[in-house]
């Protein structure tokens, strides 16, 4: 089974370091994580990118203006 998750985001960079600690601490982490972000400034690209290395699938960060 391939498992997908969406994170939906905009320009809360707080709550999405706490969604993506979470998914992190998770015992069957997911395939791949989609964090769709409706134009976030660029502190919140700067989070999924630090996240990256410490999820067990590097996120997807989705931007659009």
């Known amino acids: 089974m ?3 998750l969406v994170v939906t985001t905009y320009n809360w960079p707080a709550a999405l370091d706490l969604v993506l600690a979470s998914i992190a601490r998770q015992s069957r982490p997911p395939d791949e994580v989609l964090v769709v972000d409706d134009g976030s400034r660029d502190d919140t690209r700067a ?3 630090g ?3 410490r999820l067990g699938a590097p996120p997807l960060h989705v931007w659009q203006a």
């Open 2 to 4: 391939h498992v997908s």
């Open 51 to 53: 996240w990256m290395p």
């Open 47 to 49: 989070g999924v990118d």
